[in-house]
């Protein structure tokens, strides 16, 4: 069972990025799909989730009309799409799994991506 999270970069501001998030060894048809980040010297935050029926998405009020998550069953991998970057979106971005319903608590998710790292910076 592995979840890799992938996409991130340097990127400057106004600009944006795609994570992925493939899992490996598991469906993540019956699960719940969450994006948290951790900018350094803070806590992991909450950023987007996606329910496993994938309708119904939640986000942070920081990335709204920013962001948006998705995911592709078929293809056993969700998505952060990230427009309009700043630099308080620099952070490492970590996706998780739960079955099927988000909850923004980090301890409820099962199975965690490795992290990629987002840099917005000129």
């Known amino acids: 069972v592995q979840l890799q999270a992938s996409g991130g970069g340097l990127v400057q501001p106004g600009g944006s990025l795609r994570l992925s998030c493939a899992a490996s060894g598991f469906t993540l048809h019956y699960y719940a799909i969450g994006w948290f980040r951790q900018a350094p010297g803070k806590e992991r935050e909450a950023v987007s989730c996606i329910n496993s029926d994938a309708g119904t998405t939640y986000y942070v009020d920081s990335v709204k009309g920013r962001f948006t998550i998705s995911r592709a069953n078929a293809e056993n991998t969700a998505y952060l799409h990230m427009n309009s970057l700043n630099t308080q979106d620099t952070a490492v971005y970590y996706c998780?799994?739960?079955?099927?319903?988000?909850?923004?608590?980090?301890?409820?998710?099962?199975?965690w991506g490795q992290g990629t790292l987002v840099t917005v910076s000129s």
């Open positions: 998780a799994t739960r079955p099927f319903s988000c909850s923004g608590r980090t301890g409820v998710y099962d199975s």
